[in-house]
């Protein structure tokens, strides 16, 4: 993996813009798992999962 430095407004918003994609393409995979789970068969997973798809979501949200 090279780096590169941001040199203006632009190259900052194709970056911001790339982690967000990130972000958003592992929300279906959370998901996917948690809903494989059958009910009532492990709560603490469902639970951790839950979480960590919602704070994407949010991560996601301006403001």
Do not use: F, W
Not at 15 to 25: P, T
Not at 31 to 45: M, R, V
Request: charge should be positive; proline fraction near 5%; hydrophobic fraction near 45%.
């Amino acid at each position: 993996m090279s780096l590169h430095k941001i040199k203006n407004i632009d190259d900052l918003h194709r970056y911001i813009y790339a982690a967000m994609q990130l972000e958003h393409a592992t929300i279906p995979l959370y998901l996917t798992a948690l809903y494989s789970i059958k009910p009532g068969t492990n709560a603490e997973a469902m639970h951790i999962l839950r979480v960590i798809a919602v704070e994407k979501m949010l991560r996601g949200c301006p403001g």
